[in-house]
């Protein structure tokens, strides 16, 4: 099938390359002709695993193309997918201006009827407002061609991009005609099958169960999303309130947490506590899902509470900064990870960018290290020292945070850290380091509901 995309970030880039990986002839676009020239010539404008041997095949077959040429893009597929920007607005409601610019676009360069798809995350009700702002701006056209509107909402996250993208667990459709359905379901019978051969796929690993497939109406599929990025996000500030607890009672929160995860109706996954959740998805979710419900008239202070948590997760670890060092003016201080999380260059809404704001504006000197992030951190913060490695970002630093939980951190030789280090002062913004490995080896240690030193046992008689 032909398949147009419209927005390049990560939502778009990740579905046109696998749209195109599955045997879709797939045209994708973006009004930014920074990021397009990137692409055009071979790069990619973000670091993505697995995403970059994709893009580059089906470049090379001819699937999948680039243009900056919009109506072009339009004009390519039966099937246009919108996968544009829709950011925060001050009061925290989803931008849809982006959304609106699509429509405008597709209506005034379509010489086909199509389908359109709201692919980018969005509130409930907006595949109307899209649906009623298609036919306005056709009846102002010359062109008379035809559109239906459907949702299908992406659950890929950033570093398993593509790997969710071709195994996902489900797929959601929300449609109100039998022709969008059929042509969503001929889009993704390749993955509902499991019928393509998998480019990332390890031989060793067991085969992944084909996704399920639901059809909804819209306003359920465009509710879906943002009922489950909410939940997510509930789970971690859950687990950090856990981990709160824990630090004043004296109780273990990986003790605690792994023995909730193994109910199966609690589940082990998103109870990690530490830094809490960023990036461009949770933060913004919660707030567009937060102001949907007040203006429904829904008591939503669970949402509240769950931002609220969230929100003072850097403070805790700034307080528990002043309380080891006395005083943070003047003091070096080395950061390990920038991006919201590992695997990703992704530095929206990043805690560890928030808390080096805090000890910068407390008169420390941050030394900073991530594997990826560096080039996207420097022009948010330039006044940072950024460092070529996590040895060189602890030479001398009197505390070492850890913001951001990249695997490679795990195999550094401690050992010398804390040698470099000018006191070997460890503060787990992630809990990933284990404990009493880093007592063992001299550090001072302090995670997030962790006890301070682990409790002597005493033995049975
Ligand atoms: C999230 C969702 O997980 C995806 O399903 C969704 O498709 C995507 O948003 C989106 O809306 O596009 P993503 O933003 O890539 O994906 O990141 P997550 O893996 O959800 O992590 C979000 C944040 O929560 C990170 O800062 C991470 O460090 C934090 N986190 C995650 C925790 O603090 N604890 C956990 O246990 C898990």
New binding site residues.
Partial sequence: MRVSILGCG??GLVTGACLAEVGHEVMCTDNDRAKLGVLEQGGLPFYEPGLAGIVDRNLRVQRLSFTRNLGEAVRFGDVIFICVGTPPLRNGDADLAALDAAAKLIVTESQTSKLVVEKS?VPAQTGQRLRQALAVYARQSTLRSSFRVASN?????????VF?SLHPERIVIGVQDETAELQLRGIYSPILEQSFSCPIHDPACPPTPPPVLLVTDINSSELI?HA??TF??L??SY??LIADICEKTGANVDQVIEAMGLDPRIGP??????????????PK?IQAFLRLGERAGIDVSLLHAVENINRR?VESLMQKLHQALWVIQHKCIAVLGLS???D?D?IR???ALDLIRQILDAGGEVRAYDPQAIEKAKAELPTVTYCESAYQAAQGAEALIIA??WEQFRQLDWALMRETMGRPLILDG?NFLQANTMRTLGFEYYGVGRPLEEPAREAIA
Avoid: M, Q, S
């Fill in positions: 990560h939502v995350t909402p992406e659950f890929l996250r950033e570093g398993t991009a969710d999303k489950c990025n997510l996000a789970k971690i687990a950090n996954a998103f109870l990690r506590p530490g830094l809490g959740f960023g990036g461009f998805c949770l979710d997760r919201f999380k590992p990703t992704d809404f990043a805690p951001t939980e992630r």
